[in-house]
């Protein structure tokens, strides 16, 4: 079998290599994926594929990242520009006319290995899109073991993590409705409406401005938090409304409902009475946000965890006000008193994490009867 691939040079410090485009569905079938691992084995993780544990520079597969890929395929906006990154082996058989490769394969051959990039294609192989996707490519050629490495360590070595803050910010500029969106949305607001507890107290892009000092949550984490109580899955849901397709209700979040028929203006409003009652029963940890944790991200995580229970029992009454959950709050304050449970400062929730969010959850639900 002959494949042409046309290519454009590329020169740099490092070496020459060639840019191209190769469709999903024809890569996969030439490529490898070798690994490093502790013995040798040879293990096939699809059909389609070679995965090599031996001599390899490519990190261990994470089924959910793959699955996340696979899953964002389907979304009509899918896009991939970033090349998939190929060190060519040194014995297969070639000819350069230049402007094109002519590479002569046998059933079974593969051009070479993949070096950045795996995850990318094997979520894209997995999905019933994988033809849809002409995927940029880089090759490499005479590449050894140690200066595949180092190519591989550089690219992921030097990529800076975005702040989740700047991401969720990104959906303002979006167009079309989503649960990290409408999430944003209410985030924003919540920051900026003066009868919210929360006014100018949210680090809206990760950081505190220079008149926040009583800023300790960040944008992201509040997103984060909220869309808990919309969605199970936020990207899927993301995907079926640009295809026009309605949403399914799910109780175990609380406020999905109120999304789903567009009613943004409730989902704050029971917010705000929740958080308003919050700062209400505990106004001294509120004025002073930095000296405990109920205003910060395991304060805010646990109240979040307790709240489905707290928002069925005010459903069920018909009391969402923020009275309803005055006393809620008031419960949980007595009942921590009267077990000595102590206070939320440091002393008493030392350290952070999902374990004291579900402690703080707790007491919530066991003082109110939940």
């Known amino acids: ?42 293990m096939s993780l699809f059909d389609r594929f070679q995965v090599l544990e031996e001599q390899g520079v490519q990190r261990q597969q994470s089924k959910e990242r793959v699955n996340k890929i696979k899953n964002y395929c389907s979304d009509p906006d899918a896009t991939f520009p970033t090349p998939i990154i190929i060190s060519v082996y040194s014995h297969i058989r070639y000819k350069d006319d230049e402007r094109s490769f002519e590479f002569e394969l046998k059933d079974g051959d593969k051009i070479g290995d993949v070096i950045d990039g795996q995850h990318r294609l094997l979520g894209i192989s997995a999905s019933d899109y994988c033809a849809n996707f002409m995927l940029p490519v880089v ?35 979006s167009t079309k409705r989503s649960p990290q969106k409408v999430a944003h949305e209410i985030a924003r607001a919540m920051n900026k409406m003066d009868v919210s507890p929360f006014h ?14 009583f800023a300790v949550l960040s944008q992201g984490t509040f997103v984060s938090k909220l869309l808990t109580l919309i969605s199970k899955d936020p990207e899927g849901d993301s995907y079926l409304l640009k295809r026009g397709e309605r949403l399914t209700s799910d109780y ?25 009652a919050l700062k209400c029963v505990f106004d001294d940890e509120w004025k002073n946000p930095n000296a405990n944790i109920l205003w910060k991200t395991t304060g805010f995580g646990g109240v979040i965890k307790a709240f489905p229970k707290m928002y069925n029992k005010g459903a069920s009454e018909k009391k969402l006000t923020e009275g309803f959950f005055y006393q ?37 639900e066991i003082s109110n009867n939940l």
Do not use: H, W
């Open 1 to 42: 079998m002959k494949l042409k691939i046309p290519y454009i040079e590329v020169e740099q410090p490092i070496g020459t290599f060639y840019l191209s485009a190769i469709n999903a569905k024809d890569l996969v079938d030439i490529v490898d994926i070798r690994r490093r691992v502790s013995d040798n084995n040879y």
């Open 252 to 276: 175990k979040c609380p406020l999905r409902e109120y999304f789903i028929n567009g009613d943004d203006s409730i989902i704050l409003k029971i917010l705000l009475n929740c958080f308003s």
């Open 328 to 364: 809620c709050f008031s419960n949980l304050k007595e009942y921590m008193v009267r077990n000595k449970k102590g206070d939320f400062s440091n002393m008493y929730f030392s350290g952070g994490g999902e374990q004291l969010q579900s402690r703080l959850q707790s007491y919530i």
């Open 139 to 173: 090759l490499m050629f005479n590449l050894n073991t140690e200066e595949k490495a180092y190519v591989f360590s550089i690219i992921n070595s030097t990529q800076t993590k975005v702040s989740m803050s700047l991401i969720y910010d990104l959906f303002d500029l």
């Open 200 to 213: 100018n107290r949210l680090k809206m892009l990760g950081k505190k401005e220079q008149n926040q000092y």
